[in-house]
């Protein structure tokens, strides 16, 4: 087996939830919430030390997240997807802490203006929670907008991070 693509797969418990982070001797794979009444296995003995470190940036990573502070990961990611999805997860990395951007935003800003669809499909395919902050994306009119793993953790994410943006949700019942 090779070495390098053996996925890690750490459990990190934090203030916002469970999360699972999955990573290989590249980078980061994955971020994914866990459901609360998941018994899944993990923390096995990696052969692979550099997938655990990986794996254990990242869930270091989303433990100061949910205490507050602003993180952007700085680790290696191991993604494999059309140029245009990692064109797009890399400006989300950039929406700073508190702070959102629509889609039309980010398809003006990865050189695809007027293609916002194509974007939404990039932004909902992202397999990082928080460290690839998708959750920050909103639509034109400030509406929120599909996230992979449900509009309640959008909300609570954009509430931790004090989002400026979140009272119109509130206000707009969506």
Same mark, same amino acid.
């Given at each position: 087996?090779?070495? %390098?693509?053996? $996925?890690?797969? &750490?459990?990190?418990?934090?203030?916002? %939830?469970?999360?699972? $982070?999955r990573?290989t001797? +590249?980078? /980061?794979?994955?971020?994914?919430? &866990?459901?609360?009444?998941?018994?899944?296995?993990?923390?096995?003995?990696?052969?692979?030390?550099?997938a655990?470190?990986?794996?254990?940036?990242?869930? *270091?990573?989303?433990?100061?997240?949910?205490?507050?502070?602003? !993180?952007?990961?700085?680790?290696?990611?191991?993604?494999?997807?059309?140029?245009?999805? /990692?064109?797009?997860?890399?400006?989300?990395?950039? =929406?700073?802490?508190?702070?959102?951007?629509?889609?039309?935003?980010?398809?003006?800003?990865?050189?695809?203006p007027?293609?916002?669809?194509? =974007?939404?499909?990039? $932004? %909902?395919?992202?397999?990082i929670? =928080?460290?690839?902050?998708?959750?920050?994306? !909103?639509?034109?009119?400030g509406?929120l +907008?599909?996230?992979a793993w449900?509009?309640?953790?959008?909300? +609570?994410?954009?509430?931790? *991070?004090?989002?400026?943006?979140?009272?119109?949700?509130?206000?707009s019942?969506?």
């Amino acid at each position: 087996m090779n070495g %390098g693509n053996e $996925v890690v797969s &750490v459990r990190a418990s934090t203030a916002l %939830g469970e999360f699972m $982070v999955r990573a290989t001797a +590249r980078g /980061l794979r994955a971020v994914t919430p &866990v459901p609360a009444a998941s018994a899944d296995a993990c923390n096995r003995p990696p052969a692979n030390h550099a997938a655990l470190a990986h794996a254990c940036a990242a869930a *270091e990573a989303l433990r100061r997240y949910a205490a507050g502070e602003p !993180v952007r990961f700085a680790g290696p990611f191991d993604l494999d997807a059309p140029a245009l999805h /990692l064109a797009v997860w890399e400006r989300l990395r950039s =929406i700073p802490f508190g702070t959102t951007a629509t889609y039309g935003e980010i398809a003006a800003a990865v050189g695809q203006p007027g293609e916002a669809r194509a =974007i939404g499909a990039a $932004v %909902g395919a992202n397999p990082i929670c =928080i460290l690839t902050p998708c959750h920050r994306v !909103v639509g034109a009119d400030g509406s929120l +907008r599909g996230f992979a793993w449900g509009l309640d953790l959008k909300r +609570r994410l954009l509430a931790h *991070e004090g989002s400026a943006a979140l009272p119109l949700f509130a206000e707009s019942g969506r």
